[in-house]
C-alpha cells in the first residue's frame, strides 16, 4: 500500500528563499522535484517525501554550501511555520513549547515522528520515526530553528547538553556546527536529538500568553486532525477547483494555470496518482453541492456557484451523481431549528 505521508509545502519556501539569488537555480529546483511556485506557494498544499528528500538534495548543490541548513535558519522571519509555530511561542516554558511542537508537527510533516524524552543527560527532542525518503538536512534545520528560537523566547543564550544527527558531518564543517549550537555536534550517531539541560527545560517563555494559546489551541487541534489521505496534487486540485467553480474557470486549462502547470502536465501528474481531471470537478461540485443544500441556498444560487450554465444543468448533474433531484436530497436532510 502506497504511503500517505506527507510534507507541508511550507518547509519548501526556505529552499526557495535560499536558491532565489542564483541564477537558474530555483528552475532547476521545480524542474527536479515537479513542483512550481504556484504550488509552493500554496500555505495548504503538501508534498511527497520523495519530493522533499529531492528538493533538499537539489537545494544543497545548486547552493555549493553543505551547512546550507545554518544558513537558512540565520535568515527565517518569525512566524514563518503559522499556527505550530505560535502556539510554542504562546507556551509558558521551553519544555511546554518543545510538548506543542512534538504534538502539532504533524500539521507540517507526518512523515517523520519526533518524540520528547526524558533521558538522564535531560530533555532530549527526538526523532523517533523517520521518513521513507530521509532528508537529513531537514532535521539539522530543525534543531537550529528550535535552539534560535528557544534562545530568543527564553532570552538566555542556551547551550544544548548534546546535539546528535545519525547522518554523516557534511564535509569539513565541524567548526560551524560547532559555532552554530555551541556545542560539539555529532554525526553518525545512533539516533537524530537536541537534549537541553534540565533547568533549561524549564525556563520561562518571554512569549508567553495563555490567552492566545486558549485561542489557539482548537484551530491547532482541528489542523491535526484534519490530513487527507489524498495524493498531493489531487489536494491542491481540489482547492483551486473550489476557487475556480463560481468564476466559471474550472476548466483544465484553468486549473493548471493557478497551479503554474500545463494542461496536459497536469492531465498526466493526476494520472499518475490514480484520478482524472472530470472525476475531481466532479467530487468537489457534489461535495460542495451537499455543503450548500445544507445551508438552504437556492438552487439557482448553488447552480452559479457550482459553474454551471443553468440550473436546469446542475438537476442534471446531481442527479447523475446521487440518483435523486436536489429538492428530493433537500427534503431529506435534517430540518435546522428556527433561530
Same mark, same amino acid.
Given at each position: ?94 519544555? *511546554? ?10 500539521? !507540517?510533516? /507526518?512523515? $517523520?515522528?519526533? &518524540? @520528547?524524552?526524558? =533521558? ?100 491547532? *487541534? ?10 498531493? !496534487?489531487? /489536494?491542491? $486540485?481540489?482547492? &483551486? @477547483?473550489?476557487? =475556480? ?95
Amino acid at each position: 500500500m502506497a504511503s500517505t505521508a506527507k510534507i507541508s509545502a511550507v518547509l519548501v519556501q526556505p529552499l526557495a528563499m535560499a536558491l532565489a539569488s542564483i541564477d537558474g537555480a530555483l528552475d532547476a529546483l521545480w524542474r527536479a522535484t515537479d513542483l512550481t511556485p504556484q504550488m509552493i506557494a500554496d500555505p495548504e498544499a503538501r508534498v511527497s517525501p520523495a519530493q522533499f528528500c529531492v528538493a533538499w538534495a537539489e537545494a544543497a548543490r545548486l547552493a555549493k554550501d553543505p551547512a546550507l541548513a545554518l544558513r537558512i535558519a540565520d535568515l527565517m522571519p518569525q512566524g514563518a511555520f503559522g499556527i505550530v509555530e505560535y502556539v510554542c511561542r504562546s507556551a509558558p516554558t521551553l519544555r *511546554e513549547a518543545l510538548s506543542q511542537w512534538v504534538r502539532y508537527l504533524g500539521i !507540517l510533516d /507526518d512523515a $517523520v515522528e519526533v &518524540a @520528547l524524552v526524558d =533521558a538522564p543527560e535531560g530533555l532530549a527532542l527526538r526523532v523517533v520515526v523517520e521518513s521513507e525518503a530521509p532528508a537529513p538536512a531537514s532535521h539539522e534545520l530543525c534543531f537550529a530553528l528550535v535552539l534560535s528560537n528557544a534562545r530568543r523566547m527564553t532570552n538566555r543564550k542556551l547551550e544544548p547538553v548534546a546535539v546528535r544527527f545519525s547522518h554523516p558531518l557534511p564535509s569539513g564543517q565541524a567548526a560551524q556546527y560547532r559555532a552554530f549550537f555551541g556545542t560539539k555536534v555529532e554525526f553518525g550517531a545512533k539516533r537524530t536529538e537536541i537534549v537541553f539541560a534540565k533547568n533549561d527545560a524549564h525556563a520561562a517563555l518571554t512569549t508567553a500568553d495563555p490567552s492566545l494559546l486558549a485561542i489557539l489551541l482548537p484551530t491547532a *487541534e482541528r489542523k491535526r486532525a484534519s490530513t487527507s489521505k489524498d495524493p498531493p !496534487l489531487v /489536494d491542491q $486540485v481540489r482547492r &483551486a @477547483l473550489g476557487n =475556480a467553480l463560481s468564476q466559471d474557470d474550472a476548466q483544465l486549462s484553468g486549473v493548471a494555470k493557478r497551479l503554474g502547470m500545463t494542461a496536459r502536465s497536469l492531465q498526466r501528474r493526476l494520472q499518475d496518482e490514480g484520478k482524472s481531471f472530470q472525476a475531481l470537478r466532479d467530487e468537489t461540485r457534489k461535495a460542495l453541492a451537499d455543503r450548500y443544500l445544507g445551508e438552504g441556498l437556492s438552487l439557482g444560487e448553488i447552480s452559479f456557484l457550482l459553474g454551471f450554465s443553468e440550473p436546469s444543468a446542475f438537476f442534471r448533474a446531481f442527479k447523475r451523481w446521487t440518483g435523486v433531484t436536489p429538492i428530493e436530497h433537500r427534503a431529506r436532510l435534517p430540518q435546522r431549528s428556527a433561530v
